[in-house]
C-alpha cells in the first residue's frame, strides 16, 4: 500500500526561527512529490519535486528530493506568523492514473 | 482567474440523511477531482473525472457515495445515507495539465453528521 508519512505533526516556533519539515515515502512507481501549504481549507500549491528537478526555492522557502531516501525535505527560514499553516506532503504515486497520496501534514503555529 | 467554486461552505446534517455537495472547476479544466479531508488527516482521493468519464472511483464508497460530472464541467457529489464518520470537508480540485502543479483546489466544504 502506498504511504507518506510526515513529521512532526506539529510544530510551535518563534518569529524568525528556521524549520525543516519532513515527508518519507513507499509508493509503487514514484513521479513527482508535491508541497501545499493549507491555510482554512483550500490547498495552495508551493513545489513539486521529480526526479529531474531535486532542489526548488522560492524567497523563504526550499526543498529538496532525497531520491535514495525516499524522502523530502521543506525549510522555512526566517518564519512569520503568516506561515502557520499546515503542510501538506503528497507523492504522485501511479503516473498513469495520476493518483496524489497525501501525508497526514505538519502543522506550523509561529508566535511573534 | 477565477478559482475552484463550491458549495455550500458548511452544512450541518443528521445521521441517516443526505446531502450534495456541488463543484464548478476552473473554466476549461478537464480533470476534476472529489477529496475527503478528515480531521487530522490528509486528502484522500475519492473519485476523478476526466471531462465526463470518470478515471478513478475505487476509494469511492459506492453504497453510499455517488458523483457525477454532466457535460464534463460541474460536478455534484452526494452522500445518502450519511454516517458520523462522514463529517470531514469535502474538497474539489481541477487541473489542466498532465503534472500536479497544474491542480487547483476549491475552498471546500465542511460537513458535520451529528
Not at chain 1, 526561527?17 to 512507481?29: A, F, I, K, R
Not at chain 1, 526566517?78 to 492514473?97: F, N, W
Not at chain 2, 474539489?92 to 471546500?108: D, I, N, R, T
Request: with cysteine.
Amino acid at each position: 500500500e502506498d504511504k507518506v508519512v510526515q513529521s512532526p505533526l506539529s510544530l510551535v516556533v518563534h518569529e524568525g526561527d528556521t524549520v525543516t519539515l519532513n515527508c518519507s515515502y513507499e509508493v509503487t512507481n514514484f513521479r513527482s512529490l508535491l508541497w501545499y501549504k493549507q491555510e482554512k481549507k483550500a490547498p495552495t500549491f508551493l513545489f513539486m519535486l521529480t526526479s529531474s528537478g531535486i532542489e526548488k526555492k522560492s524567497g523563504r522557502l526550499s526543498s529538496i528530493l532525497d531520491k535514495k531516501e525516499l524522502s523530502s525535505i521543506l525549510n522555512i527560514t526566517a518564519t512569520q506568523t503568516g506561515d502557520s499553516a499546515i503542510y501538506l506532503c503528497a507523492v504522485d504515486a501511479q503516473g498513469g492514473s495520476e493518483k496524489l497520496v497525501f501525508g497526514k501534514g505538519t502543522k506550523l503555529t509561529v508566535n511573534p | 482567474e477565477a478559482g475552484v467554486a463550491q458549495s455550500p461552505r458548511y452544512k450541518i446534517i443528521e445521521k441517516r440523511q443526505s446531502v450534495a455537495f456541488w463543484c464548478n472547476p476552473i473554466s476549461g479544466h478537464a480533470t476534476l477531482y472529489w477529496y475527503q479531508q478528515i480531521l487530522g488527516q490528509g486528502p484522500k482521493l475519492l473519485i476523478q473525472f476526466q471531462n465526463n468519464g470518470v478515471v478513478d472511483d475505487s476509494q469511492l464508497p459506492k453504497d453510499r457515495f455517488s458523483a457525477e460530472r454532466l457535460k464534463g464541467v460541474d460536478s455534484t457529489l452526494k452522500i445518502q445515507p450519511a454516517k458520523l464518520e462522514d463529517s470531514a470537508v469535502y474538497l474539489c480540485a481541477s487541473s489542466s495539465g498532465v503534472w500536479y502543479e497544474k491542480l487547483f483546489f476549491g475552498s471546500g466544504t465542511q460537513l458535520s453528521v451529528l
